[in-house]
Structures are given as C-alpha cells and as structure tokens.
C-alpha cells in the first residue's frame, strides 16, 4: 500500500512539472532537489578526497587564496542557498573542478601555474559558476532520469538510498572531471567573467590564462597542460567568446 502511495505521488509530481509553467516547474524542482544536492555533494567530496590528498597552503598563500574565493562567492545568485567550499589537492595537472552543493577542488598545478590572483580568481569563478548553473544537477537529472531523481529525492526511507547516493555522486565526480557539454561551458565562461568582474577583477586576466594555455599547449612539456584542454572547449572559440562580452 505504501508503494503504491509512493508511486502515485512519484507520477503526480511527474506530470506536475512537466505541465506546470517552465519557470514556476524550475523553482519547483530546484527546490525540491536542494537537500538530495547537498547530500550528492558531500558523498562525492568523500570519495574525492580518499583518492587525492588535501593540501595545507603555506598560512599566508592560504589566507590569499581563501579571500579570492570568498570575493567570489558572494556574487553567486546561491551564496545564501548554499555552503561553498574550497579544497586544493595534491596534483601537478593545471585544472579544478566543482561538485554539486559547491564543494571546489583546486590541483597545485594550477595554483602555481597562474600568475595572478586575476587569473585564478577567472578559474575560481567559472567553477563556482557551474554550481551557480546547477550544471551537475542538470546532467544527472538527463543522465538518471527525472522519475529516478525524484525517487530519490522522496524515498528518504529506502535502505539502498546510500548506495544509490553514492553510485550517482560516482556520475557526477565523472561529470566534474571530464567535462560538461560546449554550451554548459560557454555559459559557466559567460557567468564566471560577470563574477570576477563584479568582485574587482578585469576579463582580461582570465583572458591572459587561456591565452598562454593555448600557446604552450603544443610545446614539450604539455602533458599537464593539456589535461584542461582535453575537458572543455576549444579554446580559441572560447577566447574569442569572452573577448565579444
């Protein structure tokens, strides 16, 4: 009878959103998949931080860092929705990357390869932006289903809900890592300029770092280099795209 209960609600809420005004039927789902992102997001941290080790910056690099990021934050539209945070792990490749509910990792490689706080303050942001988009709910949302996620987010009661957690936190580390699609890029691009600009820094120090990736991303010593490049689109395209804001 409980399932049956459940199964009904699980549709009505279905056919609920999909009838329901496009914005009022995003609100809806936004909000009711808040608690089901923050769990996502702190199982997938877990796992991200068994396979990689968190490093403690020197006090002064830390403290830098951390007020870059905070700068950052408090232009996001969810600053107050959320509890973003940063961690910077041990890893000579030049990337970061964002998991649900803000939780951003930062690799040591490309903490020493930018050259200014405005160049890292452009990477910060354009991660932060994905969570702003809610990129990573979004995919997972296509990837699982919408009557999945939705189970999910209701049967707070089934025994397997951990193991259904943690195998779609699994997606959404892949998601993190190995890139979202060119338009959920172009628009965490767009976004992600719009809050170093308005925390005081110029696009053009974002501008400066894909430049001189671009550049060397064919020399010898590419290997860690191109491991940004084989994650997102191409770079002239994307140059040319924050060049035009």
Known sequence: MKHRLFSLILIALIVFTVSAPNIFAGNFLDSLSLGLENEIGHISYQQIIKQKEVVQLP????????QIFSQLVKNSHRHKEIDYSLAVVKDDT???????????????????????DGELAG????????????????TISRTIGMSALLELILNRSSKKRKEDIS???????????????????????????KFM???????????NFWRRLEGQSGGGDSHAILQLFSTHPPTSERIKRIEAM
């Open 94 to 116: 030049v990337n970061a990357f964002a998991l649900p509910a803000g939780y951003i990792f930062l690799h040591t490689g490309l903490l020493a390869y930018a050259q200014s």
């Open 167 to 193: 195998k779609v936190g699994l997606v959404a580390i892949n998601l993190a890592q190995l890139g979202y699609s060119r338009e959920a890029e172009y628009e965490a691009d767009s976004y992600g300029v």
């Open 59 to 66: 006090k002064d690099q830390e403290t830098r860092v951390n």
């Open 123 to 138: 990477v910060l942001a354009h991660e932060i932006a994905h969570v702003d988009r809610r990129h990573s709910m979004k």
């Open 197 to 207: 600009q308005a925390a005081g820094y110029s696009k053009d120090e974002i501008l």
